[in-house]
Nanobody, 121 residues
Framework: QVQLVESGGGLVQAGGSLRLSCAASGSIFSIGTMGWYRQAPGKQRELVALMRFGGSTSYADSVKGRFTISRDNAKNTVSLQMNSLKPEDTAVYYC???????????????WGRGTQVTVSS
């Protein structure tokens, strides 16, 4: 079974920075797209940033220029560097990945349990 485990959330003042990390584990053959989503109270889950296997990226307009996604394919990890944080960035952040396992080479989509990010004004 594949697991995605996030770390790095916490409480930070507006203007501060946080770095989120996500590690994928299990019998992993290959990982396609890896990304970060967030869900604020009372709102739908939304894409924050993603990186495809080849390295191309996509960002939500609200985080462009402030957040940077990166990944280490050898370690099956993805990170999100968040700078100039705003109170509206407060949410639970979820790691997401398309993973192919040795036993079944089809790509299936997986979610982490989430990590809380709180930005105080």
């Amino acid at each position: 079974q594949v697991q995605l485990v996030e770390s790095g959330g916490g409480l930070v003042q507006a203007g501060g920075s946080l770095r989120l990390s996500c590690a994928a584990s299990g019998s992993i053959f290959s990982i396609g797209t890896m990304g970060w989503y967030r869900q604020a109270p009372g709102k739908q889950r939304e894409l924050v940033a993603l990186m495809r296997f080849g390295g191309s990226t996509s960002y939500a307009d609200s985080v462009k220029g402030r957040f940077t996604i990166s990944r280490d394919n050898a370690k099956n990890t993805v990170s999100l560097q968040m700078n100039s944080l705003k109170p509206e960035d407060t949410a639970v952040y979820y790691c997401n990945a398309d993973v192919s396992q040795y036993a079944n080479r089809r790509y299936l989509n997986y979610w982490g349990r989430g990590t809380q990010v709180t930005v105080s004004s």
